[in-house]
C-alpha cells in the first residue's frame, strides 16, 4: 500500500521542482526527501523520478501518480473531516500560520477563545509571503492568515483553498512624540512628508508594495530612505527620532512607546485573509478555530479603531 505522506512528498516535488526545494517546503533535509521518494518507487514498483547527478524530474508514471495522490490525499482529508463532524466536538491539534504583526496581535486572543475546548490544542507559526497559503494547500499547516496588498478579490469557491475575509489594514503614519507632525492639530500637506527622513521595508517585504503605492500617490520617493527589515525594528527606530515611517495598522500592536500614530487619507490598505483547504472546513476543530480568528479580527479592528480614533487624517 502507497504511503500518504510519501504521496504528499511527490505532490510537494511536482509542485517545486528540486529536491531541494521540497526539502526547504517541508522543513527536511534534502537526503531525507530523497530517501522517502525512493522508498515510494519501491512501494509503486516504478521509477517515479528520473534522476541525474545535478537534477530529478517526475517520469511519466510519476506525473500520472502526482495526478491520483492529489486525488487520494484530498478524499482522505474529506473523509476525516466527514468523521470527526459527527461528533461535533472540537478536538486534536490545529497548526496555524500568520504573517508576523497578526500573529502577535491575534495570539492572546485566540488562546482565550480556544482555550474552552479542551480536547484541543493549537499550534501558531509564523510565515512570510506566499509561504502560508503554500503550507495550507501542502497540508503542512490548517490555517494560515495572509495578507494581500494587490487589491484583487480571490476567487470565490474555486479551486481546493477558500479564503475568508478577516480584515482591512490601512497603512498608518508613525512618528516620533516629540515630531511636528506628532500634533494632531496641527494640518500638514501630504507632499512635505516627501521631505521628510523616511524608514521603510526592504524591496521585496509584503509591507513594501503599500509604501511604495503610497509613495506614488505623494508624488514620487521620498529624499532620504533608509531600509530595515521588521516592523518592530522600523517603529523602534522612529521612536528614536532616525525618521518617519508608514506601517500597517497592524504593527500599533507591537507596543513601542515614544510613537504617534496618525491616519493617512485614502492610504493603501492590505486585505487579512484566512485561508483553509475546503477538505478540512468542516472538521469542528477547523471550524472552531475559524470562528475565533474572525472573533480575533474583529475585536482587533475595535480596538485599532479606538487606538486611532483621535489621530485624524493628516
Known amino acids: 500500500m502507497l504511503d ?99 500573529a502577535v496581535a491575534f495570539a492572546p486572543l485566540l488562546a482565550q477563545s480556544l482555550r474552552r475546548h479542551e480536547g484541543m490544542q ?37 479551486g481546493k483553498l477558500r479564503h475568508l475575509h478577516l480584515l482591512h489594514d490601512p497603512l498608518v503614519l508613525a512618528l516620533p512624540t516629540d515630531h511636528p507632525l506628532a500634533d494632531t ?49 522600523i517603529l523602534s527606530l522612529v521612536a528614536r527620532g532616525i525618521g518617519i515611517a508608514a506601517v500597517p495598522a497592524l504593527a500599533l500592536g507591537a507596543g513601542t512607546s515614544g510613537l504617534t500614530f496618525r491616519r493617512l487619507p485614502e492610504a493603501p490598505a492590505r486585505e487579512v485573509r484566512a485561508v483553509v483547504r475546503a477538505t478540512s472546513m468542516r472538521r469542528p476543530a477547523i471550524e472552531a478555530t475559524l470562528r475565533a480568528l474572525q472573533e480575533a479580527a474583529t475585536r482587533v479592528q475595535w480596538t485599532l479603531d479606538d487606538a486611532l480614533g483621535g489621530a485624524e487624517a493628516v
Open 4 to 102: 500518504l505522506r510519501r504521496l504528499q512528498l511527490l505532490k510537494e516535488f511536482a509542485e517545486q521542482g528540486t529536491i531541494a526545494g521540497t526539502a526547504e517546503a517541508l522543513g527536511y533535509t534534502p537526503s531525507a526527501v530523497s530517501q522517502q521518494l525512493s522508498a515510494l518507487e519501491r512501494q509503486a514498483g516504478t521509477p517515479l523520478l528520473d534522476r541525474t547527478a545535478r537534477s530529478a524530474e517526475l517520469t511519466d508514471s510519476g506525473r500520472l501518480l502526482v495526478v491520483h495522490a492529489e486525488q487520494i490525499l484530498a478524499m482522505v482529508e474529506a473523509a476525516e473531516s466527514v468523521l470527526a463532524a459527527q461528533s461535533d466536538v472540537a478536538v486534536g491539534t490545529v497548526t496555524v500560520t500568520a504573517f508576523p504583526t497578526a
Open 122 to 158: 493549537l499550534v501558531l507559526r509564523q510565515s512570510v509571503g506566499e509561504a502560508g497559503a503554500r503550507q495550507v494547500s501542502s497540508a503542512e499547516v490548517d490555517i494560515a492568515v495572509i495578507d494581500d496588498w494587490s487589491g484583487r478579490r480571490p476567487e470565490s469557491g474555486a
Open 185 to 233: 492639530r496641527r494640518p500638514v500637506e501630504l507632499h512635505r512628508l516627501l521631505d521628510e527622513p523616511w524608514i521603510a521595508a526592504p524591496s521585496g517585504e509584503p509591507s513594501r508594495i503599500g509604501t511604495d503605492k503610497l509613495f506614488a500617490a505623494l508624488g514620487g520617493a521620498p529624499a532620504a530612505a533608509w531600509e530595515f527589515q521588521g516592523q518592530g525594528t
